[in-house]
């Protein structure tokens, strides 16, 4: 099953290609992507190459963003961090005598 990510990918995908009044097999041979991969885009299929991914998105003029979601999750992830720059600044115990 696909994930609201693919599903939405898929969706803006057809939506532009179809506003270009482009068929797959036009936007295949612009984006030097096979059709086939055109249409797997298309369907939500959640295993593409992303060189290629790239290549499809840029020639209908979109691009992929990359955002934190929210800002629990960057504090979280700077949470960790810091924990750990935090242990890594414990001297480490000395071996014995």
Request: charged fraction near 30%; proline fraction near 3%.
């Amino acid at each position: 099953m696909a994930d609201a990510f693919t599903d939405g990918l898929a969706a803006e995908v057809r939506a532009r290609r179809a506003a270009l009044r482009l068929t797959q097999h036009d936007l295949a041979q612009l984006a030097g992507v096979s059709e086939r991969f055109v249409r797997f885009v298309e369907q939500g299929k959640r295993s593409v190459q992303l060189d290629s991914l790239l290549a499809l998105l840029e020639t209908l003029g979109l691009e992929l963003q990359l955002t934190t979601r929210t800002r629990a999750a960057a504090r979280a992830i700077d949470g960790q961090r810091s924990a750990a720059g935090r242990a890594a600044d414990r001297p480490l115990p000395e071996d014995g005598p």
